[in-house]
């Protein structure tokens, strides 16, 4: 069956990095879509970032650009979102999720099958 696992999130002080996965299995991940979400206690998910399987076809937040790349390894089934000077509001439970289409989006209601989320705690 579908399947997204997140890993890689943990405890960083400001301005440290840490690099989150996000393995698929039950599909072939060269078909799809994969973005990447964030909750923090009592705000909404947000989209932070995404690769669709059309060339070029990325997205960032503004809150993210230029600290957070993502990145795909289609024959391993494993995206990764590396995230750099981060900050306190960064914290947040961090969702990879599928949508069929091979563009963008940062709607969470575009996507179909979601992970169980990885914790990332910015503080010093």
């Known amino acids: 069956q579908v399947q997204l696992v997140e890993s890689g999130g943990g405890l960083v002080q400001p301005g440290g990095s840490l690099r989150l996965s996000c393995a698929a299995s039950?599909?072939?991940?060269?078909?799809?879509?994969i973005g990447w979400f964030r909750q923090a206690p009592g705000k909404e998910r947000e989209g932070v970032s995404c690769t669709g399987t059309v060339y070029g076809s990325t997205y960032y937040s503004g809150s993210v650009m230029v600290r957070f790349t993502i990145s795909r390894d289609n024959a391993k089934n494993v995206v990764y979102l590396q995230m750099s000077g981060l900050k306190p509001e960064d914290t947040a439970i961090y969702y990879c999720?599928?949508?069929?289409?091979?563009?963008?989006?940062?709607?969470?209601?575009?996507?179909?099958?979601w992970g169980h989320g990885t914790q990332v705690t910015v503080s010093s």
């Open positions: 039950g599909f072939d991940l060269n078909h799809y879509t």
């Open positions: 999720a599928r949508r069929t289409y091979s563009y963008c989006s940062d709607r969470s209601n575009e996507y179909d099958y």
